[in-house]
């Protein structure tokens, strides 16, 4: 009999090693790359949600400015097609990490989580965006006896803070999902699910390029400069002057060498199966298709899409330079882990399924794990990234706060800490990757050998990055 390590290969040997939202999607029109200099009122560096929200929204608020949006490769080339697109009301990675960072803003932050995903709903029933969109709720699972206790404090904080949740046992979350690991949970029901993050971001750009917004894919922004109190942008084969600018470029950085110092590309790890048989989805259970995941220090996160496909990821992983298109991850040792991870999960399924599609993407992870703003050439442009979960929903809220902040308007939000902050200093390479595969490592290891690895995880997060949260 194949150990798992051998069955987690033979269920990848037709793996395709690329996203699955994107892969399974018709071939979509490109918009052609900047052959030109032009002028407009913004310009939007960075085709992803950020900045197609901060399009939409800037031709909302302002339906005759001149808005120019450019991407380095094609929309939804980057994080932004490779989620789990689990939906959540919070707009900075969890209530938990929201007290952490901001303790006395928790309750006003919530109430723009619930104001933010109100609007993401109406704008998708007003646009009629075609995104499997599945309002199931969120659901936090326990990993055994020894994360109850995480289980009670999130079912807390979520009654703390005015949500409609629900806590359940182990027979209760055995109900939902039928996996021997769960011994309990706590069920989100409100303004939360899933949704098709490939189906969303290229509705999201044929609502731009209705409201009139100029989008250019193919053209990277090289380097900007501050002239005559406009911002004058270089692509490879055009200029772009601009009265403001929003850097939605997340773990990518593009836009100023500083943003690095505040922002790593630390890679998270996808895999999806095929679509389970009607015998395979009842050995399952999980008929309210909940997105789920878990209380492992490596943390677990796993979905149903709509042709009832599992996506299970969490595995991450760092490359030196801040790499955002390893080659290694196209490969399957990387998922190694993650599957045998699957199988510990659903034993149900072992040798039974292959998985079709497996990848990996960057997350812009910062020292607060939520979005921050950092601000070039006297305000006129703002980067908006961090992004590190969630961030389907939180990047429509970051790019609003965003475009507030170019605008000088005045509003609650551009007062409030998260707003006028900015995380804490990352050393550069090679201390980075140094600390970052340590980091890694100990991670993988920590819930089964324990030891230094506690310690060295102790001493990161005493440095800023709740790595375990």
């Given amino acids: 009999m194949p150990n798992d390590k051998e069955l987690a290969y033979q269920a990848l040997k037709q793996t395709r090693f690329t996203t699955y939202w994107l892969d399974s ?93 109100d609007g993401f709903r ?36 979520y009654s703390k803070y005015g949500h409609d949740a629900e806590k359940l046992d182990k027979n209760g979350v055995q109900k939902q999902v039928n996996s ?47 002239s005559a109190d406009r911002i004058v942008v270089s692509t490879p084969h055009g200029s772009i002057q601009a009265n403001k600018v929003l850097l939605a470029t997340n773990a990518w950085a593009a836009g ?50 709509k042709d009832n496909r599992i996506l299970f990821g969490g595995r991450l992983g760092y490359f030196y330079g801040n790499n955002t298109d390893p080659v290694q991850d196209k490969s399957p040792t990387p998922y190694i882990r993650l599957v045998e991870s699957f199988y510990r999960t659903f034993p149900q399924l072992k040798g039974s399924i292959n998985f079709s599609h497996a990848w990996s993407g960057p997350i ?43 605008d000088n308007r005045d509003i609650p939000e551009t007062k409030m800490t998260f707003a006028n902050t900015e995380p804490n200093y990352i050393p550069p390479e090679p201390f980075r990757w140094i600390g970052a595969k340590i980091t890694m490592y100990a991670l993988d290891t920590l819930d089964e050998k324990g030891g230094w690895r506690v310690l060295w995880v102790k001493m990161v997060e005493k440095m800023g990055f709740p790595i375990t949260l």
């Fill in 364 to 406: 812009g992870l910062t020292t607060r794990m939520a979005v921050h703003y950092q601000r070039y050439h006297n305000g006129r442009m703002v980067f908006a990234g961090g992004y590190s979960g969630f961030g389907v929903t939180a990047t429509r809220f970051g790019a609003r706060v965003a475009l507030a902040i170019l």
């Fill in 256 to 305: 100023h060498k500083r943003i690095r110092t505040r922002v790593s590309a630390i890679r998270d790890r996808i895999v999806v199966t095929e679509p389970l048989t009607p015998a395979q989805m009842a050995s399952v259970g999980w008929q309210n298709r909940q997105g789920i995941y878990d209380t492992r220090t490596q943390l677990n996160y796993m979905r149903l899409t």
């Fill in 25 to 117: 999607l018709t071939a979509d029109a490109v918009q052609p790359a900047l052959q030109q200099n032009i002028d407009c009122d913004l310009l939007i560096v960075g085709g992803g949600f950020c900045g197609l929200w901060g399009a939409i929204q800037a031709k909302e608020q302002q339906p005759g400015r001149e808005i120019v949006l450019i991407e380095a490769q094609t929309i939804a080339n980057g994080a932004s097609g490779r989620p789990a697109a689990i939906m959540s009301t919070s707009v900075m990675h969890g209530i938990d990490n929201t007290e952490r960072m901001f303790p006395a803003e928790v309750a006003e932050l919530e109430d723009l989580g619930r104001e933010n995903m």
């Fill in 180 to 226: 021997p690991v769960f011994h309990g949970a706590v069920w989100c029901k409100e303004r939360s699910g899933t949704v098709n993050p490939g189906k969303l971001v290229r509705e999201l750009k044929r609502v731009a390029l209705s409201l009139g917004v100029r989008i250019f894919e193919h053209t990277p922004h090289l380097k900007n400069r501050y």
């Fill in 122 to 157: 109406e704008a998708i029933e007003r646009y009629r965006i075609d995104c499997d969109i599945e309002w199931s709720g969120e659901m936090k699972v326990s990993v055994g006896e020894q994360g109850l206790d995480d289980i009670d404090k999130e079912a807390d904080l």
